[in-house]
């Protein structure tokens, strides 16, 4: 990306997560550009969310694999996604918002494919091991995860003072909720 784009999108994103109806002006203004600048970068609003998209896409597998390579063990794995997924989830809540305005394009949905098959792959190692309850489907597994991280997220928006008793909060429901 090249420096004025990448400072668009990163101030976007910053000013997003906070007010996510800021409009193109207030993007500028936030990140000090004219609002001509701006457009010369990105013809409207849906462009540089659909950019911002790109780049939440490609920056959660990059975390996604960092977790995997970085511990030995599936269950710190499963943490640090764990982790990175609510943090993630936090900063880029407000996509949520332009969720039907976005066109998926082949390149998010290919780091999307790849973020989620090194995930299932982890849940899989985990329930070979005997370590997830063979009471709940991977299915289900996913799903308490993916609910999990988006309560945190919510409490964590709420309220950022309390961001790290949430995380551990987060973290301990959920591996009691699928360890056997």
Known sequence: MKNTKEKIVKGAIELLSHTPSASMEEIGTAIN????TLHRYFGSKAELIEEITRYASHLWLEKTREAV?????????????FRNDINSGYQFRFLYHY???IQTKEEEASDLKEM?????????TLQEEKVLSSA?????????????????????????SNKEEVLQMA??????GITV
């Open 33 to 36: 550009l004219s609002r001509r």
């Open 69 to 81: 390579v970085s511990f030995n063990t599936p269950i710190e794995q499963l943490k640090a996604m």
């Open 99 to 101: 969720k039907d305005s």
């Open 116 to 124: 989620m098959k090194l995930f299932r792959e982890l849940l899989k």
């Open 136 to 160: 709940y489907s991977l299915v289900w597994v996913e799903r308490f995860y993916l609910s999990t991280v988006d309560a945190a997220t919510s409490l964590i928006h709420e309220d950022q």
């Open 171 to 176: 973290w301990t429901s959920f591996l009691n």
